[in-house]
């Protein structure tokens, strides 16, 4: 069964940083696109960064272009996204998700497999 896992959330100072990972299990993240969201209660989940397969593409949405960066390690089927100078206003629940297709897209409505989320908190 084809599942997704993130980790790496926490409480975190404003200003730290957080490396979060997406670990696939019951399939290979070799031919899937993988994208990062986050959500915050009462609103809409919003797409982050995405990385296509073999990492040649990567997008990032304007929230946190300029201090993340999405890296995959194919070898352990996992992905990963620092993210650096974070805020009160990046805390949220952070997903791991692989759309349909093999391309980039920020639409939620594209993607298929969803992990269960990881709680960020910034704060001090």
């Known amino acids: 069964q084809l599942q997704l896992a993130e980790s790496g959330g926490g409480l975190v100072q404003p200003g730290g940083s957080l490396r979060l990972t997406c670990a696939a299990s019951?399939?290979?993240?070799?031919?899937?696109?993988i994208g990062w969201f986050r959500q915050v209660p009462g609103k809409e989940r919003e797409g982050l960064s995405c990385?296509?397969?073999?990492?040649?593409?990567?997008m990032y949405s304007d929230s946190v272009e300029g201090r993340a960066i999405i890296s995959r390690d194919n070898a352990k089927n996992r992905v990963y996204l620092q993210i650096d100078s974070l805020e009160p206003e990046d805390t949220a629940v952070y997903y791991c998700?692989?759309?349909?297709?093999?391309?980039?897209?920020?639409?939620?409505?594209?993607?298929?497999?969803w992990g269960q989320g990881t709680q960020v908190t910034v704060s001090s």
């Open positions: 998700a692989a759309p349909y297709q093999t391309d980039c897209t920020f639409d939620p409505a594209e993607y298929k497999y």
């Open positions: 019951g399939f290979t993240l070799d031919y899937y696109t």
């Open positions: 990385a296509t397969s073999n990492g040649g593409i990567t």
